[in-house]
Structures are given as C-alpha cells and as structure tokens.
C-alpha cells in the first residue's frame, strides 16, 4: 500500500485524469441501459393502450373511399357490425363511437393554443371508432378488414404514431453507448499509460525488487491497484451521477413536468446499474493495468 500511495503521488494528473475519462464513459454506459429500460416500459405501456381508429368520410373528404360525402348511417352500422363478428370480436377488447361534436370537443382540448383551431368546425373532423384490440400486434387484421368498405377514409394503426418515437430514443441510446465505448478505450489507454509512466518512474525500486527475487505478481500488485483504485473513484462518481439523474431528472423534473400516468423508471433501476458500473470500471482498469505492467517487465 505504501507503494501504491507513492505512485498515486507521483502521477496525479494522471491519476485524476483517467478518473475524469472513466467517470463520464461509464455515466454514458449506465445512461444508455437506463434509456433502453425506459423505452422498455414506455412500450409496454403505450403499445398496450395503442388503438386502431376507423375513421369514417366527411363532405371535405375525397381520399380513401370517400367522394366529398358524408358517410352514412347504415354504413357505420355496417362497419359496427363487423366489428361485432365472429371474425373480429375475439381479437377486441372494447370500442366506442366518436361523433363530429365529441372529435371537435378533443381536438379544442388538444389545439386550444393553436392558431387556426378557431377555423375548425365540427363538421371538418372525421367521426369514427376508436378499438382498443386485447393483443395490440394483431392490429394488421382489422386494419385490413375494414380498409375496403364503404363510407371509411381510413383505418389507422396508432402504433405507427408511436414508433418514430421509438427509433428515435433507440438511435439515442445506440449514440450514448458509441460515445461510452469510445471513451471507455480511451481510458484503458490512459490507465495503461498511467501505470506505465508510474513503473518508469521507479524503474530503479524495481530493478533492485528483482535482484533480490521478488515475483512478478509481487512486483505487478500495486500498479494493478493504483489502475483500480482510479478507475474505481471514477465508477463511483458515474454511479452518483446516474442515481442523481434518476432523483433529479427523470423522476423529479420529467415526473412532474409530463402529468400522465407514463411509469418512468425509478431508483430501483439506477440502484441496478450502478453496481454494474463499479464492476465494468474496476475491471477494466485490472485488466488493463495487469496487461500495461507486464509488458513492461518483459522488456
């Protein structure tokens, strides 16, 4: 130990530097996992309350099966039956009927402070059935059910809403680990330097260690645990931050600011990733610093 508090003295800008270099790849490591959990849950989540919209013809509306005519009773009726049948009924957990004045009603609730929603009537937006389907991925059966019939404009798979989203956060979290593994090299790289610079800078102790029969592990020891005891203050910080952006962020700032019942991860997950952290960087830093010394005696 006396050995290692001499070459931590000697080398501490070396020192604090693979701490720094370890403490930020490792907070990219622990917040790319705790991204990946998010997106996790936030998919369980919402592609479970996802749901299939059959929206029906306006006057306005030409495209699909519509020719600027209102769809008709006994067509919506048609579509309800359908959605009633044999075929369709065991793959639906619930429906319900949106008419112009209840589409109008949320459509002012979501673009109240959108300029052009005074121009809207009720009349413009489309009537339709909202489907809530007991297993989300079987969606493709209705929309292909209900696509051709008369009166419908279009039957709309929400989960296609969603999954730009989703690419997006998962292109995130890939960045986050690319960036994490960059840096992660580099301070193996910095840590193999350390030790190296610290075994040069007592190359004439080590000279005498060896004349006088001392081992190779013997030798190798206390650089091996100057490389961990550096990397093991960085894992420690990237460990505290990740909890501090869990505490603070996630689930202070992002809890209260986003009033939905979205279940964002909690300290239970950091408190999962920060032992992962600790052990990435304490062994790297042994791995890399064993290989470092032991090259460096071979010379």
């Given at each position: 130990m006396s050995e290692v508090g001499t070459?931590?003295?000697r080398n501490v800008s070396m020192v604090i530097s693979v701490i720094l270099v370890t403490f930020i790849s490792l907070t990219f490591v622990g917040a790319?996992?705790?991204l990946q959990s998010q997106i996790g849950q936030m998919k369980g989540y919402w592609y479970d309350?996802?749901?299939?919209?059959?929206?029906?013809?306006?006057?306005?509306?030409?495209?699909?099966?519509?020719?600027?005519?209102?769809?008709?009773?006994?067509q919506k009726d048609l579509v309800e039956a359908q959605l009633t049948s044999t075929t369709l009924a065991p793959l639906i957990d619930r429906f319900e009927f949106e008419d112009h004045d209840q589409a109008f009603a949320r459509y002012q609730e979501q673009f109240s402070d959108n300029e052009f929603a005074d121009?809207?009537?009720?009349?413009?937006?489309?009537?339709?059935?909202?489907?809530?389907l007991k297993d989300p991925t079987q969606s493709d059966a209705l929309v292909e059910s209900l696509t051709g019939f008369a009166g419908v404009e279009e039957v709309?798979?929400?989960?296609k809403y969603l999954d730009p989203i989703f690419a997006a956060l998962n292109a995130a979290s890939i960045t986050a680990i690319g960036i994490a593994g960059l840096m992660l090299v580099a301070a193996v790289l910095?840590?193999?330097t350390t030790i190296r610079l610290s075994a040069f800078s007592r190359r004439k102790e080590l000279g005498i260690m060896r004349l006088v029969?001392?081992?190779?592990?013997?030798?190798?020891?206390?650089?091996?645990?100057?490389?961990?005891?550096?990397?093991?203050?960085?894992?420690?910080?990237?460990?505290?931050?990740?909890?501090?952006?869990?505490?603070?962020?996630?689930q202070g700032y992002l809890g209260s600011t986003i009033q939905t019942t979205t279940a964002f991860i909690g300290m239970g997950d950091a408190l999962l990733v920060a032992p992962i952290l600790i052990g990435i960087g304490v062994v790297l830093a042994a791995a890399s610093a064993s290989v470092a010394i032991s090259r460096y005696l071979k010379v």
């Open positions: 070459g931590l003295r790319a996992i705790l309350r996802a749901q299939v919209a059959v929206y029906f013809c306006t006057a306005s509306s030409d495209i699909g099966n519509c020719d600027l005519v209102e769809a008709t009773q006994e121009f809207v009537t009720p009349d413009f937006l489309n009537e339709a059935y909202w489907v809530n709309k798979d929400q989960r910095l840590i193999s029969g001392a081992s190779n592990r013997f030798i190798q020891t206390p650089f091996i645990i100057e490389g961990v005891i550096a990397a093991l203050i960085g894992s420690v910080l990237a460990a505290g931050a990740v909890l501090a952006i869990v505490k603070f962020f996630v």
